[in-house]
T-cell receptor, first 112, second 117 residues
Framework: GESVGLHLPTLSVQEGDNSIINCAYSNSASDYFIWYKQESGKGPQFIIDIRSNMDKRQGQRVTVLLNKTVKHLSLQIAATQPGDSAVYFCAENNNAGNMLTFGGGTRLMVKP | NAGVMQNPRHLVRRRGQEARLRCSPMKGHSHVYWYRQLPEEGLKFMVYLQKENIIDESGMPKERFSAEFPKEGPSILRIQQVVRGDSAAYFC???????????????FGQGTRLTVV
């Protein structure tokens, strides 16, 4: 079936650098996307969301970009900090509203 | 997301026993979702419930698993006759319905880590 595709790579960045985490989705009917951060032993924590009628949305130190043409979603973290170290998941909602479909996650490691 | 309460945080069961996982949604939320997560993997949807109704259980195994969200009290995910393959983290999320759109963020609990020995 259709799913958000994100294998679990590890992204290692230096503290203070910018981080970019990518996600590919395959369900063209999806119209709502969320990035979650999950720290070890904890539940996913909402970071930022974007609807399909938008290309870009900014939060505090984070920016989400949506490219519907190639079905690609990215999360940019500015001035990455040690506290940003976690696994990041993208999730999509296909406007049926029933569930969020999650990708496999990316582990972000921030080196001091 | 601290408002979604799950208990117990850790649960150990022997093969063949029953596991009962509880989830209290955030105040004012009437939509509850259950997800399962294996180590180093993403979250897999299991079931979506509203008060007293199962809306979508397409991700839940047909046997041994059941879920409810009664009018009063928490949502319960019940696993009968547990097997080792049921060992995982089970997360509950809740959301509210906002008018004409159900596309709203879901807040997660801290999860219940089930270990079957």
């Amino acid at each position: 079936g259709e799913s958000v595709g994100l294998h679990l790579p590890t992204l290692s960045v230096q503290e203070g650098d910018n981080s970019i985490i990518n996600c590919a989705y395959s369900n063209s009917a999806s119209d709502y996307f969320i990035w979650y951060k999950q720290e070890s032993g904890k539940g996913p924590q909402f970071i930022i969301d974007i609807r399909s009628n938008m290309d870009k949305r900014q939060g505090q130190r984070v920016t989400v970009l949506l490219n519907k043409t190639v079905k690609h979603l990215s999360l940019q973290i500015a001035a990455t900090q040690p506290g940003d170290s976690a696994v990041y998941f993208c999730a999509e909602n296909n406007n049926a509203g029933n569930m969020l479909t999650f990708g496999g996650g990316t582990r972000l490691m921030v080196k001091p | 997301n601290a408002g979604v309460m799950q208990n117990p945080r850790h649960l150990v069961r022997r093969r063949g026993q029953e596991a009962r996982l509880r989830c209290s949604p955030m105040k004012g939320h009437s939509h509850v979702y259950w997800y399962r997560q294996l180590p180093e993997e993403g979250l897999k949807f299991m079931v979506y419930l509203q008060k007293e109704n199962i809306i979508d259980e397409s991700g839940m195994p047909k046997e041994r698993f059941s879920a409810e969200f009664p009018k009063e009290g928490p949502s319960i995910l019940r696993i009968q006759q547990v097997v080792r393959g049921d060992s995982a983290a089970y997360f509950c999320a809740s959301s509210s319905w906002t008018g004409g759109s159900v596309n709203t963020e879901a807040f997660f609990g801290q999860g219940t880590r089930l270990t079957v020995v």
